[in-house]
């Protein structure tokens, strides 16, 4: 019983840990993404939209997550966008945006 506790207990920590690092990876990709195309991102943070096991390219399984986050061209107006990795790697990005509408 007890090494089945401590069994859970790491497999939390370790679930933990990845999450953190795979935020901060989704924060990383997104404020890139704002930097490259001249928008600002808001509240310079991302959030968790959808985790789930999924195949990589290579077909191993990881722990897919979709994260969202707000970014705006003019200041005043918000726009979503995503972020969709696996562990550490970009599967998809997407933001609301139209090319008429972006800072020159």
């Known amino acids: 019983m007890e ?17 953190t690092v795979s935020r901060e990876t989704a924060i990383r990709f997104a404020r890139e993404a704002c930097n490259r195309i001249g928008v600002q991102l808001l509240d310079e943070t991302v959030s968790l939209n959808k985790l789930r096991l999924q195949r990589t390219n290579r077909g191993h399984m990881g722990i897919a997550r979709w994260y969202t986050f707000e970014f705006s061209a003019s200041g005043i107006d918000r726009r979503s966008g995503s972020v969709n990795l696996i562990g550490d790697k970009l599967l998809d990005m997407h933001l609301d945006v139209d090319v008429e509408e972006l800072p020159r």
């Open 3 to 19: 090494i089945l506790f401590i069994f859970l207990l790491f497999a939390t920590l370790a679930f933990w840990w990845y999450s």
